[in-house]
């Protein structure tokens, strides 16, 4: 996993703490930082998780939908930009990765409901990672990370909660 990808999936585990109402761990210095878990625990591998094959919806209308810059509810600081299929993971400001953003209609094993989308998101080390939108409004997007089941909720910039 790329140091980039890596920061990304330690920014979703910010997330999801705040969301369970617990702190992330503090250090003072970085040698006393706990270490990263292994790559096995922070990507579960299970029927969600995506796989080599994956179809491609007709016409991607729900990427315009998309666009703009999203803040995450659960930490301000933790956001994403999304600009045509381009998806931008941002903290504090800065960018820590750019992949890949499409929308599916299947994801591994997942296929996407009537009123569901699925989206895809391709670093470029070609790992990927399938969401399904659970609501997508100007002012709101929620995701569901299929490979775990749990739920990012963002703001849209400047409408922040």
């Known amino acids: 996993m790329s140091g980039l990808r890596l920061a990304a999936a330690c920014l979703i585990a910010l997330s999801l703490l705040a969301a369970c109402g617990q702190q992330a761990p503090t250090a003072t210095n970085p040698e006393s930082a706990e270490t990263a878990p292994p790559q096995s625990q922070i990507r579960q591998q299970d029927a969600s998780a995506p796989s080599e094959e994956t179809t491609p919806a007709p016409g991607q209308p729900e990427l315009e939908a998309l666009a703009g810059r999203w803040v995450s509810d659960d930490d301000p600081?933790?956001?994403?930009?999304?600009?045509?299929?381009?998806?931008?993971?941002?903290?504090?400001?800065?960018?820590?990765?750019?992949?890949?953003?499409?929308?599916?209609?299947?994801?591994?094993?997942?296929?996407?409901?009537?009123?569901?989308?699925?989206?895809?998101?391709?670093?470029?080390?070609d790992e990927a990672l399938c969401y399904s939108v659970l609501e997508a409004s100007d002012t709101k997007l929620v995701l569901s990370y299929l490979a775990r089941g749990n739920t990012l909720s963002y703001s849209r910039a400047g409408q922040a909660q």
């Open 77 to 125: 600081r933790a956001g994403m930009i999304i600009t045509g299929d381009q998806l931008e993971m941002t903290y504090n400001g800065d960018i820590l990765s750019t992949d890949h953003l499409d929308v599916v209609e299947t994801c591994g094993a997942a296929t996407a409901a009537k009123n569901i989308p699925l989206i895809k998101t391709t670093s470029e080390d």
